[in-house]
């Protein structure tokens, strides 16, 4: 089918060589600006490539994976899958007194190392059920004001963390 020139599949190639071919703006990091890392994060670092002009300090965080220095109302915790089904399921009672911690922030974020869907089907080695999965997904937004971010892509995940973190500090900064 021919239509204004093109055919269908010149277009969706058309379309997939500027997908391929855009790039991300790089972040720029702010004077002043320090991400700090909580030392008891044990899990790879979520950072693989560490950007440019990004400053990073490990302490130990009272709330959180990661904060901003100067700025402790910002908080945000990282889990991969197993460690998020633990979160809802053996360790909910823990986890309540954390959120009700994190509920008195000014922002906090929650980065799950997953797909979305992928989380909410039944996992092999979890007792947790889907549906508690999603309810307490639901909580942590609703009644907590947790932001939620779900991607398998370590990459990604970083470039959420370092997003949140940079607009919060300009924003807060008035920048």
């Not at 060589?17 to 991300?24: C, I, T």
């Not at 942590?140 to 919060?168: G, M, P, Q, S």
Request: overall charge positive; proline content about 4%.
């Amino acid at each position: 089918m021919v239509t204004r020139g093109k055919t269908y599949h010149a277009r969706k190639a058309d379309y997939k060589k500027r997908v391929e071919a855009y790039k991300m703006k790089p972040i720029i990091f702010p004077d002043g600006f320090v991400l700090l890392q909580d030392t008891r994060e044990q899990r790879s670092p979520i950072l693989t490539r560490m950007p440019q002009g990004l400053c990073i300090q490990s302490c130990t965080l009272k709330d959180g994976d990661y904060g901003i220095g100067g700025m402790p109302g910002f908080a945000v915790e990282r889990k991969q899958l197993s460690d998020f089904c633990s979160y809802c399921g053996v360790e909910r009672d823990r986890t309540v007194k954390k959120m009700e911690r994190f509920r008195e922030m000014e922002w906090v974020g929650l980065i799950v190392e997953v797909d979305e869907k992928d989380l909410l089907c039944p996992q092999e080695f979890s007792k947790v059920s889907p549906e508690t999965l999603r309810q307490a997904i639901n909580s942590f937004e609703i009644r907590y004001h947790i932001h939620t971010y779900f991607n398998h892509d370590r990459d990604a995940c970083a470039r959420k963390l370092l997003d949140w973190a940079v607009k919060f500090y300009q924003v807060k900064r008035e920048v």
